[in-house]
């Protein structure tokens, strides 16, 4: 007979500790439970945007477009002290800072946008301040700081001090219950005043300005707290965290800054911390609670990155369809030829797509709804669209694509960035977490239920059998299509379109017969089905992408933007198809892989009809480069969307 002590050891053993034992209310954990629970988005409508937020976007475009070259940025590995100063001034750093502490207060659906703006221009720029907007020290602040830390520190980041988050390890990656960087206590006549922390943090972002120069003025650092350096070794299960503002300019903390692939302007790197001293005031809600509080801070600060990847996404439109329009091959334009057009309606649907998540997950950030599964698979879906369309994009350009913009250059060619598009967001299937622990944590957190009422049945508690026995009864039925009809959060709310809502209502279904059979089958062993349990998240995460596209499509803003239906239909097919794949040598067609369906719709994208697509973003335009670039490089734009 299994116990919970026998179910969970080690690392799993601290995970289920730290987990927020919050029930979950979002939409992907209802489905694995046989619930589409569609009044979160038919209560959900488009916000307008802030007048603070339009004259801040206002600002960011030009200072983008007159100040940030990417190209440079790559050549030279840094932003620029005049970038920096510029961004200070407009307030960049401040952005969701509320205005009582000299912040612009913007709303996370309005942060989206800003998000999405500056990830169509420049890696760089965007990382330097999504980690501190969304991760840094202002968001663990407003999350649980007290009332004299939000006084203390939020006007100093509003003002411009840089902040960055401090959590991996060399030898803690994803399994951050591993962390070795340890806090003492520092008491003075029985009174705790402080801490001293020692230890080695990797790949902190906005950390180092240079190697022993800090960029970062604040950091918040996550350390193991203990009464010896011995107690770092104890059981994992045992281990107790905190998280740590820290003065930068400490006696005690230094700092190395790193060289990468690509992202190249980043600056990220080690930080060493030897015996320095941060003030019991410092320290972000109770001890024992930092690595809870460091999770919950990254919720919403994950957020960020598919909004930024959206910027890049329908710049990989916009190149691709001025490509297609522009190259001929065998006497017409290769856009013309449906595998072309099928790659770029393809990149369409999924611009159309990711805006939809990236604006939902907005809305439920802004009216505290449950996001915590769904940032996840945002971000999951977003950065591995990215990469796929990037690809097609290579493909659509061949050879030159490969080739480096000077190198293009020499040849007369338009110096497109495609090479350090594909190496700057190789990165982010990584970090805010990588996509491959996600999906099993959000399978873990997804059948959180499963565990919790299953567990009476492993230790053949009578009494907690029968409290659970209706959770199982209930979504048996709900999986046979039973008690849908009946249960107001069931599928039969919403009308945003009966056909794909039918299809998601019985694929909810299959879910939860698929769930409730794999938990019976492997119960105490699931934990350790990865695949198996990778299937089912991806099963999950593609039914929220579905839903989500139709309550976005049923939008005032959408409803009337050309070929907008064809492009839904196009994109619910192939999550269709995922799930019911067609025999390779069938001569069955759907609309995704129609050549008659799909050429209308792909010269419809090319000929500008769907441009409303490219929205938001600064459109990639070739500027003049000597091919010794130097300093004196500027960007031009070709559009003000």
């Known amino acids: 007979m299994a116990t919970r002590e026998q179910m969970f050891k080690g690392s799993l053993a601290a995970a289920e500790a730290a987990r927020d034992r919050r029930a979950y209310s979002g939409f992907i954990s209802g489905l694995f439970e046989g619930i589409v629970r569609r009044q979160l988005f038919t209560a959900a409508s488009i916000p307008a945007m802030s007048d603070a937020a339009t004259e801040f976007l206002a600002a960011l475009r030009l200072l983008l477009i007159d100040k940030v070259d990417p190209e440079v940025i790559d050549k030279n590995g840094a932003v620029g002290e005049d970038v920096l100063t510029a961004l200070k001034q407009i307030g960049a750093f401040g952005i969701k800072i509320p205005r009582s502490y000299g912040g612009l207060g913007l709303s996370q659906s309005d942060y989206h946008r800003v998000a999405t703006l500056l990830g169509s221009h420049d890696a760089a720029t965007t990382v330097l301040l999504s980690a501190h907007n969304s991760i840094g020290v202002a968001e663990p602040v407003k999350l649980v700081g007290n009332h004299e830390q939000q006084q203390q ?89 905190g998280a740590f503002v820290v003065e930068t300019q400490a006696e005690g903390c230094r700092c190395t800054r790193l060289s990468f692939m690509g992202v190249r302007g980043i600056y990220n790197g080690q930080v060493h911390l030897r ?129 480096t913009p000077d190198s293009l250059r020499l040849h007369g060619d338009l110096p497109v960035p495609i090479e350090r598009m594909i190496r700057d967001a190789l990165i982010n299937v990584i970090w805010e977490g990588s996509n491959g622990i996600l999906s099993l944590w959000i399978g873990r957190e997804g059948l959180a239920e499963y565990f919790t009422q299953g567990q009476a049945f492993l230790e053949f508690q009578i009494s907690d059998m029968l409290h659970a026995a209706p959770f199982f009864g209930r979504t048996a039925a709900r999986s046979l299509g039973a008690l849908s009809i009946y249960e107001r959060d069931g599928e039969g709310a919403g009308s945003f379109d009966s056909l794909w809502e039918r299809f998601v209502a019985q694929k909810c279904r299959e879910l939860a017969q698929s769930t409730l059979w794999v938990t019976a089958r ?38 009337d933007k050309a070929h907008v239906q064809s492009l839904v239909t196009y994109f619910c097919s192939r999550v269709k198809a995922e799930f019911n794949p067609a025999p390779l040598l069938s001569l069955r067609t759907s609309s995704w892989d129609d050549d008659a369906g799909l050429y209308p719709v792909a010269q419809a994208i090319l000929s500008g009809q769907a441009d409303w697509l490219e929205e938001g973003i600064i459109r990639w335009h070739p500027i003049e480069h000597s091919v010794s670039a130097d300093n004196e490089g500027l960007v031009g734009a070709s559009t003000n969307k």
């Open 153 to 241: 520190l939020l006007p100093r980041l509003a003002k411009g001090e840089i902040s960055g988050f401090a959590l991996t390890e060399k030898g803690a990656g994803c399994d951050i219950w591993d962390l070795k960087t340890y806090a003492i206590p520092v008491r003075e006549h029985g009174f705790l005043v402080g801490y001293r922390l020692t230890g080695e943090k990797l790949y902190t972002t906005n950390a180092p300005r240079g190697d022993h120069e800090f960029l970062a003025s604040l950091l918040v650092v996550i350390a193991q707290i203990v009464e010896e350096p011995d107690e770092i070794q104890r059981p994992k299960e045992k281990r107790r965290f």
């Open 275 to 403: 015996d320095v001293f941060v003030p019991a005031a410092n320290r972000l809600g109770e001890e024992g609670e930092g690595l809870r509080r460091a999770l919950e801070s990254l919720t919403v600060g994950r957020l960020t990155l598919p909004a930024a990847c959206l910027g890049n996404l329908k710049q990989c439109l916009w190149l691709a369809r001025t490509r297609a329009q522009q190259r001929v091959q065998y006497d017409r334009p290769i856009g013309e030829h449906t595998d072309i057009g099928a790659k770029i309606v393809l990149m369409a649907s999924r611009v159309l797509a990711l805006e939809a998540i990236v604006k939902i997950t907005g809305i439920w950030a802004d009216t505290k709804q449950d996001v915590r599964l769904e940032s996840a698979a945002a971000k999951i879906l977003a950065t591995e669209w990215l990469l796929e369309s990037l690809l097609d994009l290579f493909r659509i350009y061949g050879g030159r694509a490969f080739e």
């Open 522 to 559: 492997h119960r105490q062993g699931l934990a350790r089905k990865q695949l198996l349990m990778t299937r089912l998240v991806k099963a999950g995460m593609h039914l929220f992408a579905v839903e989500t596209l139709l309550w976005y499509k049923s939008q005032q803003p959408l409803r």
